[in-house]
């Protein structure tokens, strides 16, 4: 991994030790992983322990750092790139699920960044232009992000590649982006089957009261060889 900066080293050292759970990691695990020595590792963890974050040691074989099952973290620390690639990526995605909280998330970390980082992130902003396309339907993608999120049925209107205009029931299971288009993933109650509606033909789409009967994305079948979860690896 090599050095890194000390404030993304000990972001980064809490994410580790927040992910390797109950077990931990030994101080020499640390160092090798974050090309440091012991003596930086403990020095980090004393410095993380001293900002709040809730680690924990155990002396002795087997012993180790960890941190607290559901704790909360130390305030994140980034640096202005970081701050501007997350603004410029979410910026130039407005038509991706759940973009319009993604985009109040990442302001709400901006504004707790100190004052220089801050500064300079939106000095740097300034050279980073985003010109999108204004989204056909607001409401739409509402109710679909809404219907997803609460495993409700989503009815909605939809015109095919053929340009037939139905109406459908549909249970949503997944969003997927394939060649350059959003899709809908979903149980079609019409057609009794697993069905990919591209995003951009759904003309209506309203949520109803109706729960989910529990389609899993199994179900959908084996992604293409590049596909991975938004989140994660998927392993």
Request: glycine letters at 8%; proline letters at 6%; one cysteine or more.
């Amino acid at each position: 991994m090599g050095t890194v900066k000390r404030a993304e080293r000990l972001h980064a050292l809490s994410e580790t030790l927040r992910r390797s759970g109950a077990r931990g990691r030994t101080a020499g695990q640390l160092a090798a992983e974050f090309g440091v020595s012991t003596r930086t590792v403990k020095r980090d963890l004393a410095a993380l322990e001293n900002s709040g974050a809730p680690i924990w040691s155990r002396p002795g074989p087997g012993g180790g750092y960890g941190m607290a099952t559901g704790a909360s973290l130390p305030p994140v620390s980034l640096t202005p790139a970081q701050a501007v690639a997350l603004l410029a990526a979410v910026s130039a995605a407005a038509d991706t699920p759940y973009a319009d909280l993604a985009s109040a998330g990442v302001r709400k970390i901006v504004d707790v960044l100190d004052p220089r980082t801050r500064a300079k992130a939106e000095e740097l902003a300034r050279r980073v232009w985003v010109d999108v396309p204004p989204l056909r339907s607001r409401a739409n993608k509402s109710a679909l992000e809404e219907a997803m999120a609460e495993q409700r049925v989503l009815r909605i209107r939809y015109t095919s590649g053929d340009d037939i205009t139905t109406g459908r029931d549909v249970e949503p299971v997944m969003f997927a982006f394939r060649n350059s288009q959003w899709y809908l993933v979903g149980w079609c109650r019409l057609r009794n089957a697993m069905r990919w509606f591209m995003v951009s033909r759904i003309e209506q789409a309203a949520v109803t009261r109706i729960a989910c009967e529990g389609h899993t994305l199994d179900e959908v079948g084996v992604p293409p060889p590049n596909a991975r979860p938004a989140f994660g690896d998927g392993g």
